[in-house]
């Protein structure tokens, strides 16, 4: 189960941080939900602003059969954006895991592993969704919180307990059939296969179209040539 296990912090650097060090101390499932961050940290270096009002939280897994990260960062966008449905939120995965809603980011996931002497550990998985927290003015063209969407407030406790929940089912169901997340994720997933897309190959933008999706890559045809794309610092707007 997920959640089973729970301690709330009222302020603490990043939840994952937190984890990373304490992870010895938590069972298999357990979560660690902050109610504010001063150091929360998003994907490739990024900070990731998490005031009061947002839900920011991390699972801890100890797995005693290999499961890619990728997998359970998929399992979790694909909860949050169909619990989001439940709400009649429409969002969507911004591939490769950001949920998007109308063009701005809504939530984000950052999955992390501790390995010792090369043997996995631990792996954390770091869930962000901006529920009832205000954006600030500067983030306002490209974030968006839960509130700001249905115009009221939404219970953090019933968000966190319906992903997790679904979340959990998704990982039983699909253990060992990684390739059926991936089916699902791409059901959620934009861009999809046949779009037109941007991406910047050596410094140069250049348009083509979505060939296939894999687990981890974007294969597009610019022109006639494939190219792999597997950073989403090579997709443009
Ligand atoms: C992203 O860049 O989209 C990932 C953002 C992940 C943010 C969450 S908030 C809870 C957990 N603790 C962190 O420091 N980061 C993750």
Known sequence: MIGEEIEVLYEVDSTNEFLKRNYKSFHDGAIVVA??????????GR???????????SVLF???VHISLHSYTKVFSIAIVEV?????????????????????????ILSEAVSVNDRVVAI??????????????DLKDIAISLKDILKKKVKITYLLDAINKHAWNLLISYRNETENIT??????????????????VDEQIVEGTVLKITED???????????????????VE
């Open 84 to 108: 989001l449905k439940k709400l009649k939120v429409k969002a969507y995965i911004k591939w490769p895991n950001d949920i998007y809603y109308n063009g701005k980011k809504l939530a984000g």
């Open 183 to 200: 089916k699902l994720w791409k059901k959620y997933l934009v861009p999809r296969e046949g779009d037109r897309i941007k991406v910047k």
């Open 47 to 57: 900070t990731w602003y998490s005031p009061e009002g947002g839900l920011w939280y």
């Open 62 to 64: 100890k797995p005693k």
């Open 35 to 44: 109610i504010k961050q001063t150091a929360g940290k998003g994907r490739m």
């Open 124 to 137: 954390i998985v770091g869930i962000g969704i901006n529920v009832n927290n205000d954006i600030p003015d």
């Open 217 to 235: 890559t974007l294969y597009v045809d610019v022109g006639g040539k494939v190219i792999g794309v597997q950073s989403i610092h090579q997709l």
